[in-house]
C-alpha cells in the first residue's frame, strides 16, 4: 500500500510558470524525500527534507513539510521543458520500524514550450 | 549517471521460467533496495538489505527472492514467472538506508510472454 500520495496525479502548464506539486501521507515519518523520474528511467533523488524542517530550497525547488498535517509541497519555480517528468514523494517510518522507502504514485508534469 | 548498474536492460521470457535481475550498487554504498514498477500498481518496495543481511522486506511474492553478497552487489531471482510480473524492476543503493538518498538504476524491463 502506498505511503505517500500526490497531488493533482497531472499537472499541464507553460514554460516559464510555477508548478506545485502536494504529498500527503498517513504515518509520522523520519524524513520525506522528492524524486524525479523520466519516462522509463530510473529515480532521480531531488531533496531530502527531515521530520524537524519546515522548509528546504535546492536551485528553482522548494520544499515545504507540515508535519502536523502529514504533508508536503515541492514547487518547481520558472519551469522549463526539460523539468516535464513524473515527480514522486517518499517516506520512511520512524527508527523502529522498517527502512523501507515507501513510493507515491506520482505527479506527471508536463511543461510545454 | 547514478552509479548503480543493473543488469540486463531488457529480458523477454516465457510464463514459467525463471530469472535473475543483477544489481551492484553506487560505490561505497551499503544498502541496496529493490522496487517494481508496473503501470497499475505505482512503485511497489520489494526489499531491502544492508552489507549483506536483509534489513526490510515488503510487497515481494514468495516466487521471488533475492540476496546480496560479499562484494555488496545484490541479485533479484524471479521464478514460475506469470504475465503480471511483467515491469520494470529497479535496483537502487544508499549509504546508509532509509534516512540517506536512494541512487536508482535505470532498471531491468521484464516482459513475460
Known amino acids: 500500500s502506498q505511503q505517500g500520495e500526490e497531488d493533482p496525479q497531472a499537472l499541464s502548464i507553460q514554460e516559464g510558470e510555477n508548478a506545485t506539486m502536494n504529498c500527503s501521507y498517513k504515518?509520522?515519518?523520519?524524513?520525506l524525500q522528492w524524486y524525479r523520474q523520466n519516462s522509463g528511467r530510473g529515480l532521480v533523488h531531488l531533496i531530502l527534507i527531515r521530520s524537524n524542517e519546515r522548509e528546504k530550497h535546492s536551485g528553482r525547488l522548494r520544499v515545504t513539510l507540515d508535519t502536523s498535517k502529514k504533508s508536503s509541497s515541492l514547487l518547481i519555480t520558472a519551469s522549463r521543458a526539460a523539468d516535464t517528468a513524473s515527480y514522486f514523494c517518499?517516506?520512511?517510518?520512524?527508527?523502529?520500524?522498517?527502512?523501507?522507502?515507501?513510493f507515491g504514485k506520482g505527479t506527471k508534469l508536463t511543461v510545454n514550450p | 549517471d547514478s552509479g548503480v548498474t543493473q543488469t540486463p536492460k531488457h529480458l523477454i521470457t516465457a510464463t514459467g521460467q525463471r530469472v535473475t535481475l543483477r544489481c551492484s550498487p553506487r560505490?561505497?554504498?551499503?544498502?541496496v533496495y529493490w522496487y517494481q514498477q508496473s503501470l497499475d500498481q505505482g512503485l511497489q518496495f520489494l526489499i531491502q538489505?544492508?552489507?549483506?543481511?536483509?534489513?526490510a522486506k515488503g510487497n515481494i511474492l514468495e516466487r521471488f527472492s533475492a540476496q546480496q553478497f560479499p562484494d555488496l552487489h545484490s541479485e533479484l531471482n524471479l521464478s514460475s514467472l506469470e504475465l503480471g510480473d511483467s515491469a520494470l524492476y529497479f535496483c537502487a543503493s544508499s549509504q546508509f538506508g532509509g534516512n540517506s538518498p536512494l541512487h536508482f538504476g535505470n532498471g531491468t524491463r521484464l516482459t513475460v510472454t
Open positions: 538489505y544492508y552489507n549483506g543481511e536483509e534489513r
Open positions: 517518499a517516506t520512511v517510518p520512524p527508527q523502529g520500524g522498517s527502512e523501507k522507502l515507501v
Open positions: 504515518t509520522s515519518i523520519n524524513n
Open positions: 560505490s561505497g554504498d551499503l544498502s
